[in-house]
């Protein structure tokens, strides 16, 4: 399903066409798609080029790490997650590998990493909800992840399916009205809570 957001200014048709559905299909995701994703996500920019991250990825015909990867996922989560070809796990390297002092814009640069994954599969028709409802140390415990890394977010990945597929409420959720805040109340200049001028023309 195509759920474009009611932009208010024009932008990229990627930006509009991206939407975190919870109704996959079963389709397969090929594994030079899934290589392209995550070069996507490489060549992301990052503190000091520190490249904080790491992303652990179970897809569907992988039956034991999918079975993995849906035990730290809340209940809410699981039951939609279940479905889609792709888990996963954005995980951050909390410290500079280099001298060990605390990185921190780890998880700024770990999530401009997912956003250029995410961007680069809506050029394919691929679409990514990620989840913070999971249990970070149920995800620690299950795949090994050292300290000095924190799982920050899952993400389901796939081709969009049937929103009719869907029970309740989750039905009702993806064909909701998507909304956003305006720019004017997040665009500042000069003090906080002051609207830059050009928002207001
Ligand atoms: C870091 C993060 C955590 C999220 N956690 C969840 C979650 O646990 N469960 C869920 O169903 N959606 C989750 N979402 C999806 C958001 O609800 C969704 O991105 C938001 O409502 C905007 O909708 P859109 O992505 O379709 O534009 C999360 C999104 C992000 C970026």
């Known amino acids: 399903m195509k759920n474009p957001a009611p932009v208010e200014h024009p932008v990229h048709e990627l930006i509009r066409e991206r939407w975190s559905p919870r109704a996959f299909s079963r389709n397969e995701i090929s594994s030079e798609d899934l290589r392209s994703l995550f070069e996507a996500a490489r060549w992301a920019p990052s503190s000091s080029n520190e490249q ?12 034991e790490n999918f079975t993995k990867a849906l035990q730290p996922l809340v209940e809410f989560n699981a039951n939609w997650a279940k479905n889609a070809y792709v888990l996963g796990f954005a995980v951050a ?13 780890a998880h700024y640069d770990t999530g401009a990493a997912m956003s250029q994954l995410t961007t680069e599969a809506t050029s394919r028709g691929i679409f990514v909800h990620q989840m913070a409802g999971f ?36 039905r009702d959720r993806e064909t909701a009205p998507r909304v ?13 809570g002051h609207t830059a001028d050009f928002i207001l023309k």
């Open 135 to 170: 249990d970070p140390d149920t995800a620690r415990e299950v795949f090994e992840i050292p300290s000095g890394w924190d799982a920050i977010a899952a993400f389901a990945m796939g081709y969009p399916g049937d929103p009719a597929s869907l029970p309740q409420p989750y």
């Open 180 to 192: 956003r805040k305006p720019i004017g109340e997040f665009v500042m200049n000069g003090k906080w």
């Open 93 to 105: 390297e909390l410290a500079f590998a280099k001298n060990n002092t605390p990185n921190r814009n």
């Open 52 to 63: 904080p991250w790491a992303f652990i990825v179970a897809t569907r015909n992988d039956n």
